[in-house]
């Protein structure tokens, strides 16, 4: 078991396995919680031994209500797979399952959704899908390589699209052993989306 745990930490793929079940929660403290704990855990931590020392919990945002929203998925017609550029510069291939279309503060945007073409159909992750994301805060109040959001598979055309819920990539914490998707140009939002986690500064980054 450790070493399919250790070979999904080096892919950068961090919502597949047992112990992080808490990806797709609804529930905030659970989410973040689970978060906390993966960071704690040395199995799983993306994090540096400089950072893993000093670590107590991570950064967000206060939680807004406002960046909780109703959206409405749109479901491909015709699903076609999708090769996501990541940060090692590889390839990693992911099917665009659809669309979700929401509001805030008045204007509509849309983001597009994907389910990885590696976990197999008997996993009980193979409904847990990804949807990555970039805004204006990036390289300011967030990582610049964007954030990531895990929705469960819709069961209608309703989603609740949670953005205190957006998480970094593995990448985003000073390792470059992680080889993580970086948001398609599509999934850009024209805006602040000031909830979910914040940038993480590793300590090998500052000037002692």
């Known amino acids: ?43 799983e931590t993306p994090l540096l031994a400089v950072d893993y020392s000093l670590f107590k919990e991570l950064n967000y945002f206060k939680t807004v209500v406002n960046y909780r929203v109703d959206a409405t998925f749109k479901e491909s017609a015709d699903e076609k797979q999708f090769n996501f550029e990541t940060s090692a510069g590889t390839i990693r291939k992911y099917l ?30 193979f409904d847990l899908w990804f949807v990555p994301f ?48 970086i948001p398609p140009k599509e999934n850009f939002l024209s805006i602040e989306i000031l909830a979910g986690e914040r940038k993480f500064v590793s300590q090998s980054k500052i000037k002692h």
């Not at 503060?105 to 008997?122: A, D, R, V």
């Not at 964007?146 to 069961?155: A, D, F, Q, V």
Request: charged content about 25%.
């Open 134 to 181: 970039k805004d204006l805060t990036n390289k300011t109040e967030t990582y610049s390589g964007g954030r990531y959001l895990s929705i469960w598979k819709p069961e209608n055309s309703k989603v609740i699209l949670d953005f205190n819920m957006a998480y970094n990539p593995s990448c985003a914490y000073g390792s470059d052993r992680f080889s993580c998707p």
């Open 96 to 125: 665009k399952k659809g669309v979700l279309i929401f509001k805030i503060n008045g204007k509509e945007h849309s983001l597009s959704i994907f389910q990885s073409t590696n976990t197999p159909k008997n996993d009980e992750f």
């Open 1 to 43: 078991m450790r070493f399919f745990v250790v070979l999904f930490l080096i892919l950068g793929v961090v919502f597949v396995t047992n112990a992080q079940s808490f990806y797709g929660s609804t529930d905030e403290k659970v989410f973040r919680d689970g978060r906390n704990s993966e960071m704690c855990d040395r199995a």
